[in-house]
């Protein structure tokens, strides 16, 4: 609804803030917020607990991005036959945000190579602060190659465009 181009109903259910999400109820003119993840799961999740009606959405693939996290990170960068591109993100971080659909449509397409990996980690995670502090990450989304064989262990920078077409090309 526009709230501004209906101020009436605006005004009726106490608009405060936008976006804002609600369900309304089968007959009802007050509507319950939805405050959750801006995710199709956790909406449909949502949905179906209010309406106590499961959907019929049929579930999502699972990420092609590998999400990483201290305990996996080392066993999947430093693996000697991986070529490896490490998105470093925040979930809170606008442009990360952008380039998540971007990058799990180039990891969609390199599933097929068992030698290329799209992984991410949530380096503002303090679970994950020590890979943060240990790869001198500043800035989001920063992406890091790390290719097959790499004997250094440090990643190389990935300075090109944040398109699918240059994602793909830098990793073929």
């Not at 609804?1 to 109820?25: C, Q, W």
């Not at 405050?35 to 959907?55: D, H, M, Y």
């Not at 790869?135 to 250094?152: N, V």
Request: with cysteine; charged share 25%.
């Amino acid at each position: 609804v526009d709230a501004d181009a209906n101020r009436e109903l605006a005004d009726r259910i106490k608009l405060s803030g936008f976006p804002t999400l609600m369900y309304f109820p089968p007959n009802s003119q007050q509507g319950v917020p939805y405050n959750g993840p801006r995710t199709t799961e956790a909406l449909a999740e949502f949905v179906t607990q209010q309406s106590q009606i499961k959907s019929s959405m049929p579930p999502p693939a699972p990420p092609a991005a590998i999400e990483l996290n201290v305990d996996n990170f080392n066993s999947i960068v430093e693996n000697p036959d991986l070529d490896v591109l490490v998105e470093f993100y925040a979930p809170w971080c606008g442009h990360c945000k952008r380039l998540a659909p971007i990058y799990e449509q180039v990891a969609r397409v390199l599933e097929r190579d068992s030698h290329c990996v799209m992984a991410k980690i949530d380096v503002d995670d303090p679970k994950n602060a020590e890979i943060r502090t240990r790869f001198q990450i500043a800035s989001f989304p920063t992406l890091s190659f790390f290719p097959a064989g790499s004997s250094d262990k440090w990643p190389r920078p990935y300075l090109k465009e944040r398109t699918a077409e240059e994602l793909l090309a830098f990793m073929n």
